[in-house]
């Protein structure tokens, strides 16, 4: 009787010894057969990065993460983001991914504009473009040519000055190379200005024919942007002639030849502002 008990408890025995083995074997496979987790280094935001704020060195920083909690297009290199834009708001301690940072030329003209500036456009050819030279970044100088009127000769005045080229067409950045005299199409240039100076250019492209000079850009711009263009007409003849008066005209009846004033502007003629007389016959007296 004993011996068969011995017996029995000998044969559990074994059997929960080789249950445990093969257990303990199958968990050893399973280990080895899962993916190791690798570090991976990521970028993380360490405050809160708002939509289109330009990223800066302190917002982010490089820590290591596993590989099994990292998104495919994780950033893993700070330099990567440090100068990017954020294209939305970015929480602190998120993972900063491709699809969050864009640059200036990925998200539009309005990020390239300074506040208080305004982009302008104005059409252009092979011949207003500078043969298809000029590329953005670039600064020029916006003349304008009064056409002949009557006995009187074409006039060119240069209204602004230094102004920065913002795009070519729809082009924010510059080319990688210099294209070949001829092999651009553009239609449009588009500038950066002050509102007055927005004001000044859009009446000068209606009225006159509008060319532009390539500045060399070791020029130093000799004066900020200046406020060019008052717009402010006088409604009535005698407004008109308070106005020429107060500019500095003789009093008194017009003499033979000359030209009765209809308004006053303000224009920007190279650096200095200058302020000219508006004659019947659409010529600029100054």
Not at 73 to 82: K, L, M, Y
Request: charged share 15%; net charge positive; glycine share 8%.
């Amino acid at each position: 009787m004993n011996s068969r008990r011995t017996t029995l408890l000998i044969a559990i025995l074994l059997a929960l010894g080789t249950g445990w083995l093969t257990l303990n074997y199958l968990s050893s496979l399973q280990r080895a057969a899962a993916p190791q987790a690798v570090p991976r280094k990521v970028v993380i935001a360490v405050e809160t990065i708002p939509a289109r704020a330009t990223i800066t060195t302190a917002m982010v920083r490089e820590t290591t993460r596993p590989s099994t909690q990292v998104e495919p297009n994780a950033v893993s290199d700070g330099r990567s983001a440090i100068g990017a834009l954020a294209l939305i708001g970015i929480p602190a301690g998120t993972t900063i991914t491709g699809s969050m940072i864009g640059r200036p030329s990925d998200v539009g003209l309005t990020v390239k504009l300074q506040p208080g500036m305004r982009a302008v456009s104005i059409p252009v050819d092979q011949v207003k473009d500078i043969s298809g030279l000029m590329q953005p970044g670039d600064r020029v100088d916006v003349i304008a040519i009064v056409p002949r009127i009557g006995n009187r000769e074409p006039e060119a005045r240069t209204i602004l000055r230094g102004i920065l080229v913002l795009a070519i067409g729809n082009a924010l950045e510059t080319a990688s190379a210099t294209p070949a005299p001829g092999s651009q199409s553009s239609t449009t240039v588009t500038l950066a200005v002050t509102p007055k100076q927005a004001d000044l250019l859009a009446v000068a492209d209606a009225n006159t024919a509008l060319r532009l000079a390539l500045r060399s850009p070791r020029e130093p711009l000799h004066s900020e942007p200046t406020e060019a263009l008052d717009l402010t007409m006088p409604g009535t003849a005698e407004a008109s002639s308070q106005r020429t008066v107060a500019a500095g005209s003789p009093r008194g009846a017009n003499t033979p030849g000359q030209h009765t004033a209809l308004g006053l502007v303000t224009v920007v003629d190279g650096d200095h502002v200058v302020q000219a007389g508006r004659s019947d016959r659409g010529a600029y007296a100054r």
